[in-house]
């Protein structure tokens, strides 16, 4: 009589003790891609997928996520800190349709920027954070659209180098719609005021005032006579697969604000995308 309540709990021991011991599912990492994953960078990262987290709409079926450390689920997106040279040295990030996954190069943020924008002391502080935090609803926009990887369209011509043009072409569509949709996406949480939500888009929505300013800067006091000029270089897309990043930015605060101020400097400088440079401006020689 004695025996056969300890043979039930001997049982339901080892049953324990074997779903404590079953191996969990593997969690694929960014090695798969065929990159290295930066652990350094994983703070920051972080609180930049936090922040798109918020901002995106709860009807949203996406869910941002750290890659590192998640399973793959058809309701998420996986975000992987790449270590330094791991895209090319134009992007700090990249999204994969196909795996539904964001590489990130956070360590390359900072000379990104200053390519950009330059680095005269006139330039305002840009939470890079913030920023992250923008690039990632604009690659979720890249998923939600179903997206592939962009692969740059051939030229009229062989051997035909395209330069600065505005050419209109699907790779650019497809970048100023996934813009559109991280637009969209900050305006509708800005207006959820007095939210964390509202304002983790607010600290994006300044975030980009604060880029377009530098942007600004850079073209104007250090390439200067150039804007006078209409330098191509300045005013149009170098290449076919992105349009020009000032323009994009100032697309963008203006779909978020639509104020007179934001309309007036869209429009202005899309003016002098459209104007021929001056007679005075040369080329530079390949």
Known sequence: MTRRPSLAILLVLVAAGCQMKAPKPSVKGIEEFGFVEAPVDHPALLTSIRIARLVLSPSVPITVVAGWNA????????????????????????????????????????????????????????DIRDLLAYMLLHEVGHIVHGDSPARVEPSATPNHKPGFNLDV??????????????????????????TDRGIAAAKIALTLSQMSWNLAGHRVLDNFGGTVLHQPSLFQDAGLSHPNLEWRILVVNDAISSTEASHHLLTDFESARRAAPDTHYRAPTP
């Open 71 to 126: 399973l793959a689920d058809t309701s998420e997106v996986r975000v992987f800190a790449a270590a330094p040279d791991g895209l090319a040295g134009s992007e700090v990030m990249s999204s994969d349709g196909g795996c539904r996954c964001v590489i990130t190069q956070v360590g390359a943020m900072t000379s990104w920027l200053q390519r950009q924008t330059g680095r005269g002391e006139e330039r305002l502080d840009v």
């Open 169 to 194: 072409t699907a790779q650019k569509d497809r970048e100023v719609a996934a813009d559109r949709y991280a637009a969209e996406a900050i305006s509708a949480a800005i207006a959820d005021r007095g």
